[in-house]
């Protein structure tokens, strides 16, 4: 048998992978969780104050409306709605994000102090400040539709067709950004909507015959 070289032994192989990482890239998947998880935050913050908005200030002027022919009566009721939730949710999501915050740093820290080195979690000023404008321009559609039209049965009309119009915007938006099938997410906002004004109108018009 022919000798074997010795400059044959210890062959080192290099085996490439598309699915390996390069030398002196090492793969971090938190912290790429954590940075979709931050784009993930904003979305749902801008997507859920826009709802929010339109749906409980529609259904607060319908509610008002229900009872209530004076233009004026609306509108007021539309602006305290605008002016409060928009507070409530800012608030709500401020609360939410740093909770969160807190409780994912902590856990980050105790795992690994590497890991705490890429945490990237959203701002909760930000994220708040975005839900509350976004619940400002969802609650501006019924707002607007209702000051601009002088006849009570026909601005209950218009605000109800305005809102539905808006849900469907939304609720294509929202389908859109966050790439889930559009015909469904439509139709669960606009039947939402629909269901939250007519719970509200009639609701406020059996306490009001009431008395």
């Not at 233009?71 to 409060?84: D, E, K, N, R």
């Not at 915050?101 to 705490?116: C, G, H, K, V, W």
């Amino acid at each position: 048998m022919a000798a074997l070289n010795p400059a044959c032994k210890n062959v080192e192989i290099s085996v490439h992978e598309d699915n390996l990482v390069p030398h002196g890239q090492p793969q971090d998947p938190k912290a790429q969780h954590f940075h979709s998880s931050n784009r993930g935050q904003w979305l749902r913050a801008a997507i859920l104050g826009a709802n929010n908005g339109l749906v409980s200030v529609a259904s607060l002027m319908m509610g008002v409306g229900a009872l209530k022919r004076d233009v004026m009566a609306m509108a007021l009721a539309g602006f305290a709605g605008l002016v409060a939730g928009s507070c409530s949710v800012a608030i709500g999501e401020f609360v939410s994000i740093y909770t969160q915050l807190d409780i994912e740093a902590t856990q980050m820290r105790r795992n690994s102090r590497e890991d705490s080195k890429n945490l990237e979690l959203p701002n909760p000023f930000q994220v708040a400040i975005a839900s509350a404008l976004t619940f400002v321009v969802g609650a501006m559609v019924p707002v607007v539709a209702a000051a601009i039209t002088r006849d009570h049965k026909v601005r209950l009309g218009v605000v109800v067709a305005v809102s539905s119009l808006a849900f469907l915007v939304f609720g294509g938006v929202g389908a859109i950004l966050g790439r889930t099938p559009v015909g469904w997410s439509c139709a669960r906002v606009l039947v939402g909507g629909w269901m939250a004004m007519a719970i509200t109108s009639g609701l406020t018009m059996l306490i009001g015959s009431s008395h």
